[in-house]
């Protein structure tokens, strides 16, 4: 059976997660790349395409399931169903796939207690989904109240986050997470040494809390350990740790509140990588800015940026993902990536690429 998916198909949603990349097509597959996470398995002879893991070809996941939305983290990913339900499926480190039984690496598997949901993040060891009430369900390690509940279980079963409004999505970095109500305001919680809550200071929070900012916004995204949010006129905001340029500036070192990005158009939407930051503006340009020693940049060397670059070989993009140090593009004619390949996350034989590489042609 051939492996690669066929030429000419709509995708309709990516995500890249630690070192795996996701495409969720029109019709409810999903193809990945790389990684835990991926679809990828030992087996050659699967009922289901399938690859083993570093290869480049593409895996078509194993599932009877019609999926509408997905979410990649380290090693984990998460699907919705057209029934609402969530699916789980990729590796399970430390509970974070929402039980204590194994997870299946390429099978998605349902979580009983959830359903109703229309939001989902992942990250290292923790995992979130928000139901169409608006309620926030989190699950994994609650080190320094990354789960933003009273909970002491480091592998936790999905709970409910209390004292928040409705929320609409979700960002998870390392240790943390970030919640955008329906209002516009976000909230925070978990890790803090550098700032990332944007609660001027660098305490660690165990439940939630709102930014210190009086913007509205619709987009947020969460880093290791820098956040990004839009703004609902465009602007971008950063705030953390920037000791490689990914706040957009080359001072200071980190920053407790959200500071302006300095861009040439309004903004649509954002992706935060390990050390790293994208933009996708209005006109369908792309910029990126941070950490850059695996070329996730796309600026054809590995040298750091403290302010935004635009990737000129990217035009009209409709959608970008960050995974820890690689990054896709989605526009009209394919589906590109670039950074770190070491697991075939981008699809290409090479173990680094430098600049936008096509691996799904949609022409």
């Known amino acids: 059976m051939e492996s690669r998916p066929p030429e000419r198909y709509r995708i309709t949603s990516i995500r890249c997660g630690r070192d795996h990349t996701l495409a969720l097509l029109h019709n409810g597959k999903v193809f990945g790349w790389g990684g835990d996470g991926s679809g990828s398995i030992a087996s050659p002879n699967a009922e289901y395409c399938s690859t083993a893991k570093g290869s480049p070809g ?6 009877q399931h019609r999926l509408l939305s997905i979410a990649a983290g380290y090693g984990i990913s998460l699907g919705i169903t057209d029934e609402n339900r969530l699916v789980v499926w990729g590796a399970n480190a430390a509970g974070i796939g929402g039980r204590r039984e194994s997870v299946s690496p390429a099978t998605p598997q349902l979580l009983a207690d959830l359903s ?38 480091l592998n936790a079963l999905p709970g409910v986050v209390v004292s928040l409004p409705p929320i609409q999505r979700i960002a998870i970095g390392k240790g943390y997470m970030l ?9 925070g919680w978990g890790s803090n040494a550098a700032g990332q809550l944007g609660m001027a200071h660098l305490r ?32 971008v905001l950063a705030w953390g740790s920037n000791h490689h340029g990914q706040l957009g500036r080359t001072n200071p070192a980190y920053s407790s509140l959200p500071l302006p990005v300095e861009l040439p158009e309004r903004t649509r939407s954002v992706a935060a990588g390990m050390h790293f930051s994208l933009a996708l503006g209005e006109s369908g340009s792309v910029y990126a800015w941070g950490w850059n020693a695996k070329g996730q940049l796309a600026s054809g060397d590995t040298e750091d940026a403290y302010l935004p670059i635009h990737i000129p070989a990217l035009e009209h993009v409709q959608s970008i993902a960050a995974g820890e140090t690689h990054a896709a593009a989605l526009t009209a004619h394919g589906l590109f990536g670039w950074g770190n390949n070491a697991e075939g996350q981008i699809g290409g034989a090479n173990r680094q690429q430098l600049f936008p590489s096509c691996f799904i042609s949609l022409a």
Do not use: M
Not at 128 to 138: E, N, P, S, W
């Open 204 to 235: 660690a929070v165990a439940l939630p809390q709102l930014l210190r900012s009086n913007e509205d916004f619709h987009c947020v995204a969460a880093g290791v350990t820098h956040a990004l949010a839009v703004t609902r006129n465009g602007k």
């Open 58 to 63: 593409a895996v078509a996941l194993s599932t």
């Open 179 to 187: 919640a955008l109500a329906r209002e516009g305001r976000l909230y």
């Open 116 to 153: 109703d949901i229309c939001a989902i993040a992942a990250s290292e060891f923790s995992c979130g989904a928000v139901d169409i009430f608006g309620k926030l369900h989190t699950w994994g390690l609650n080190y320094e109240g990354a789960l933003g509940r009273a909970t002491s279980q």
